[in-house]
């Protein structure tokens, strides 16, 4: 059921502002490769017999079809991460971080669900292997990163989990954004961070008693 549910992500990322026209693309692992949307297509017009299936070792399956053009992102994340999903966006707040910072702060502690601060990945040509060697080795402990002068990428166990990282990291960068107008933000720590990640099992094991 991963094609259908492709084609209903990519038009909800165009419907939701991730994207503008027809950029941005997504994809999801298969036992053969990757099922990756199409070049140029508008969303409302995609059909699940317009996807293209890559093959992780000899590439596109069925070559009368026109893959999206940053194939070799996608490809180069499956093969070096263990990521069912791949999200790639254009989204306005986090291509704006990209123009002016090395690096998304943790100005929230919902960053420790991307694995914690987010990367600005260097400039290179979309569709560039330089591009996905550069952001696939971001991605290495970090579950996003966002490309300098051109966008987002962020991967998933699924798709919707790939999905709803790319949302988060549009509503931190559009935080840091706000608040970076006003005074120079203040950031968490790493241990303020780590001290984060423990906190769901120290509630727990409190066990809702008091004292």
Not at 31 to 42: I, N, Y
Not at 48 to 55: A, I, M, P, Q, S
Not at 117 to 142: C, F, H, I, K, N
Not at 190 to 197: G, K, Q
Request: aromatic fraction near 6%.
């Amino acid at each position: 059921m991963s094609g259908p549910e492709l084609v209903a992500t990519y038009r909800r990322m165009a419907a939701e502002g991730l994207i503008q026209g027809t950029a941005g693309n997504a994809s999801v692992r298969t036992a053969r490769g990757m099922l990756l949307t199409p070049s140029s297509m508008d969303p409302a017009a995609m059909a699940e017999h317009h996807l293209c299936e890559f093959d992780l070792d000899s590439g596109l399956v069925d070559t009368a079809k026109t893959p999206s053009t940053e194939w070799l992102l996608h490809l180069g994340i499956y093969r070096g991460t263990s990521a069912g999903a791949v999200v790639h966006t254009h989204s306005l707040s986090a291509t704006a971080v990209s123009l002016v910072t090395d690096q998304l702060p943790a100005v929230h502690y919902y960053i420790t669900r991307l694995g914690g601060p987010v990367p600005v990945v260097p400039y290179a040509t979309y569709g560039s292997e330089a591009l996905a060697e550069s952001a696939g080795a971001a991605l290495q402990d970090r579950q996003a990163a966002i490309l300098q002068n051109h966008g987002t990428v962020t991967i998933g166990r699924t798709l919707a989990e790939a999905y709803d990282r790319a949302t988060l990291l549009e509503w931190l960068c559009e935080l840091y954004l706000r608040a970076a107008a006003v005074r120079d933000p203040h950031v968490l720590t790493a241990d303020e961070l780590d001290a984060v990640r423990g906190q769901a099992a120290r509630i727990a094991a409190r066990g809702y008693r008091v004292g």
